[in-house]
């Protein structure tokens, strides 16, 4: 079984594949003040309460563990982890790593490693080219040619990111409960607030799709990803596919590449 983290800049998404399914997902909130001994007892206990299907020692039970970081100071901490409680060497998405991609970035050691495993996944599963779009502390939009190159992107505040900014910056207004659907005039300063969240980003979304797609073609089809996808996604259908696990199934995807066929 594999065990793949994912360490984002306020969540990490943590995910067990029993073969090619998804048998257990947990979230834990990102502070690079815990240390390895806190994560790692924080994995055995998700792992001992999501077991996998068999019944065994859930912890002896992971054979490979694959990590993508975001926040450097945390990327040796799991490494710490894998080792001390899985007695495993973990795969870490970085420079030097088999992608089966050609990055096109001016330097391809910036790219982020979560935008490389979004986009490793998408190739491999959905036609291309491709606009990846991944809600998280940022909202990301990656483009995937015809050949399968990774052309770079655009990176925007992402949604919590900016209307908790706005929040603390503004003495009237407070953070706010994201839902939908929500009327494009608001009545009410929440109802508004919601406007400006959903709608204002949805209608972001589909800009610079419309934008994306004057250079990788109008077929270009448009993948989301990221923790709140699936509220974003009911207020525009600019969305071919929806896949909330898109980052794991990368990491699944360049373990394979990596470890198994070596």
């Avoid at 009327?183 to 972001?204: C, D, F, H, K, M």
């Amino acid at each position: 079984m594999l065990l793949a983290i994912d360490i984002g800049n306020t969540n990490i998404v943590c995910g067990v594949f029993d073969g090619d399914k998804i048998a257990a997902k947990a979230r834990l909130s990102t502070d690079s003040r815990k240390t390895a001994d806190e994560y790692g007892s924080l994995l055995a206990n998700i792992l001992t309460l999501k077991p996998s299907s068999d019944d065994s020692d859930a912890l002896h039970a992971i054979t490979g563990i694959a990590l993508s970081s975001v926040v450097p100071s945390l990327t040796t901490v799991f490494r710490s982890v894998a080792t001390m409680y899985f007695g495993i060497d973990p795969l870490v998405v970085g420079p030097g790593i088999k992608t089966e991609l050609s990055i096109k970035y001016d330097d391809p050691r910036q790219v982020g490693a979560d935008r490389i495993v979004n986009a490793v996944a998408a190739t491999h599963i959905y036609p291309v080219p491709q606009i990846i779009l991944d809600f998280g502390t940022a909202l990301t939009f990656c483009a995937i040619s015809r050949k399968k190159e990774y052309l770079g992107g655009a990176i925007f505040p992402g949604m919590h990111t900016s209307f908790s900014a706005l929040a603390r910056g503004t003495a009237l207004l407070s953070m706010i409960e994201f839902r939908t659907p929500v009327p494009a005039i608001g009545r009410a300063t929440e109802e508004s607030l919601q406007s400006g969240a959903i709608n204002g980003y949805a209608s972001v979304i589909e800009g610079m799709v419309a934008r994306f797609r004057k250079t990788l073609g109008d077929d270009a089809i448009v993948i989301g990803t990221g923790g709140i996808i699936e509220i974003i996604a009911k207020a525009t259908d600019i969305f071919d596919h929806i896949d909330p696990d898109l980052t794991l199934k990368g990491l699944k995807i360049l373990h394979n590449i990596n470890r198994l066929r070596n």
